[in-house]
């Protein structure tokens, strides 16, 4: 059966589980995927989870131009780093999101700006989180001087089902006050309300003027689903749950076996895209 065929003018792409490999390589041939969508004038840009400083690898082997989401939309800036939006989350909220991730079980951490507190060092994943952000997390005995400017509140734990109720409880205790979704199986992302990969897309839409039937987007987890809901064509990683997979209107290879650039190849500028 022949693929659709959709106009397709921007590609959004989630970073982690998506665009890199779980070692967090940026290989070759999704730099020269990125290339062949630039030829073809197809717009590209990136969100994440990561705060800005963990884009930064990503900006010149890319040659990124656009807009980047970090936080999953509570920054927006440029490629020089100088902010567009920023959505932080209600300062009265602060302490109840914390205690209620701690309810769960799961650390915490906290990201203020350019900047990421924890109470564990050697809690679990922030040496690989150090590794993919580069930078090193600011150790505080507690969170009680954090309240103002709270970009993000993550909690982490190797016990999947944990983090998947504490997305459930903190859902359903500050409702529409927050976005509350996982960005990984280890980590659910508590951000502002309008700080989702949903709200990003519409927002680059409105910037760059592309309108929403004309984007594609991918990813690998949960949070990207608010992304695929609005967007002309949505991939899924093949690494995604089974969940995430039935969420989007097809389906790669996994970010171990090019599953970007495959689907670039096959979906944006194959038969399923503009040629």
């Known amino acids: ?10 590609l959004l792409s989630d970073v982690d589980g998506t665009l890199v490999t779980h ?6 041939r999704a730099q020269q995927a990125v290339v062949r969508l630039r030829q073809a004038g197809i717009t590209f840009a ?6 800005p400083r963990g884009m930064n690898m990503l900006i010149k082997p890319l040659a990124i131009t656009t807009p980047i989401a970090a936080f999953n939309g509570g920054l927006l800036i440029t490629p020089d780093y100088q902010m567009i939006d920023e959505r932080v989350l209600d300062p009265a909220l602060v302490p109840g999101i914390i205690a209620a991730i701690d309810s769960s079980g799961l650390d915490v951490w906290v990201y203020r700006g350019a900047d990421w507190f924890v109470r564990n060092p050697k809690g679990p994943h922030v040496e690989r989180e150090e590794f993919t952000v580069q930078f090193a997390p600011t150790v505080v005995a507690n969170f009680s001087e954090l309240r103002d400017q709270i970009v993000k509140i993550v909690g982490v734990s190797d016990d999947f089902d944990a983090v998947a109720r504490s997305e459930a409880a903190v859902r359903d205790a500050f409702c529409e006050h927050v976005s509350a979704t996982r960005s990984q199986p280890y980590y659910l992302d508590v951000t502002h309300p ?3 990969k949903g709200a990003v897309l519409k927002r680059l839409s409105q910037l760059l003027e592309i309108p929403l039937g004309e984007t594609a987007t991918i990813g690998d987890m949960p949070n990207d689903v608010l992304m695929f809901a609005h967007s ?8 995604a749950s089974g969940e995430v997979q039935r969420a989007a209107r097809f389906v790669t290879t996994s970010n171990e076996d090019e599953g970007f650039a495959n689907a670039v190849d096959r979906y944006i500028l194959g038969a399923g895209g503009n040629s």
């Open 194 to 196: 309008e700080a989702n």
């Open 46 to 51: 990136i969100t994440s989870g990561r705060p």
């Open 232 to 239: 002309g064509m949505s991939i899924a990683m093949g690494n």
């Open 23 to 28: 070692d967090k390589v940026l290989t070759e």
């Open 1 to 10: 059966m022949a693929l659709e065929r959709r106009k397709i003018r921007l």
